[in-house]
């Protein structure tokens, strides 16, 4: 369980990342969800993190579930000179 502290670092570290995919990328919304426990975190009993996924209309979502397709439409070193901007 998380402290109160801890939750209040948590919910503010998911708006930063969210201030900032939103200037950097200016998507049409965000999936935001957590990993809880030993089954979401390669057996460590204790585990927490969260995905903070800017989404747009019309993108393809469901391609990561299908036959472990990925898209990369840029670089991480050009995506991270993007984000860095607004850090």
Same mark, same amino acid.
């Given at each position: 369980?998380?402290?109160?502290?801890?939750?209040?670092?948590?919910?503010e570290?998911?708006?930063?990342?969210?201030?900032?995919?939103?200037?950097?990328? +200016?998507?049409? #919304?965000?999936? @935001?969800?957590?990993? %809880?426990? +030993?089954?979401? #975190?390669?057996? @460590?009993?204790?585990? %927490?993190?969260?995905?903070?996924?800017?989404?747009?209309?019309?993108?393809?979502?469901?391609?990561?579930?299908?036959d472990?397709?990925?898209?990369i439409?840029?670089?991480?070193?050009?995506?991270?000179?993007?984000?860095?901007?607004?850090?």
């Amino acid at each position: 369980m998380l402290s109160p502290e801890e939750r209040r670092d948590i919910i503010e570290m998911i708006t930063l990342a969210q201030v900032i995919l939103q200037k950097a990328l +200016a998507p049409d #919304g965000f999936n @935001i969800g957590f990993n %809880l426990g +030993a089954a979401a #975190g390669a057996g @460590i009993p204790q585990h %927490l993190h969260c995905h903070v996924f800017p989404r747009w209309i019309g993108d393809t979502n469901f391609m990561t579930v299908l036959d472990e397709t990925r898209l990369i439409n840029q670089s991480p070193e050009e995506m991270w000179a993007r984000l860095k901007k607004f850090v």
